[in-house]
């Protein structure tokens, strides 16, 4: 799909430090605020009550729904997409007493192109999720979530795989067929990657 190039929109409301970076065509709503030193790619849409922490790297065409907050150490690759109030972190052992204010205090989370967070879930640090993998409302994740699983549940599990499209796919041995738009999936052990139709 071609987009045009436009400059950002940031409502009146919303507070940027300088210097961060916001791509062209990206919408930055009610209240939210970016910290200096963030990278927003081009095409994104950022809800109402949105927090973006310094050095936090977000790709294009990222969609953050309202009242999400994205700490430092968390990246987001194209495409992703956050659900209303989910939850990052980025200490793994935290107290209030103890200071947490370097960037080697905090454990990486890489959410890969294409994901989707579904609305509550929490994303415990240190991990990552797939492309394309499709993480359930209200779901608690604890460890890395596999390309194209989708997982929920507390903690969430693999509970079967999505498509690119985001449909549930049906395996049939180690092969699927998605009924939507007719991609075609090979499964190895947890790994799910499409092997033919639409690209």
């Avoid at 605020?33 to 949105?50: K, R, T, Y």
């Avoid at 959410?111 to 994303?123: D, H």
Wanted: overall charge neutral; hydrophobic content about 40%; charged content about 15%.
């Amino acid at each position: 799909m071609i987009r045009e190039a436009t400059a950002p929109r940031i409502h009146s409301s919303a507070i940027v430090d300088e210097p961060a970076t916001i791509g062209a065509g990206t919408k930055i709503w009610h209240f939210s605020h970016v910290m200096a030193g963030a990278v927003i790619g081009e095409h994104c849409s950022l809800g109402q009550n949105v927090f973006i922490a310094s050095n936090v790297r977000i790709g294009n065409g990222c969609k953050i729904q309202n009242n999400v907050s994205v700490y430092e150490g968390v990246t987001l690759e194209d495409d992703v997409f956050c659900g209303p109030s989910m939850v990052f972190t980025n200490v793994r052992i935290p107290r209030s007493h103890v200071p947490r204010n370097t960037p080697s205090d905090y454990a990486a989370t890489l959410v890969q192109r294409g994901a989707t967070i579904g609305a509550n879930a929490t994303i415990v640090c240190g991990v990552t999720i797939g492309q394309y993998a499709f993480v359930g409302a209200g779901a608690v994740v604890t460890k890395d979530v596999p390309s194209h699983a989708l997982v929920y549940g507390n903690p969430a599990r693999v509970q079967g795989y999505a498509c690119l499209c985001g449909e549930r796919l049906e395996f049939r041995g180690d092969d699927a067929s998605c009924e939507a738009c007719m991609r075609v999936y090979r499964k190895t052990g947890e790994a799910v990657s499409l092997s033919g139709g639409l690209t």
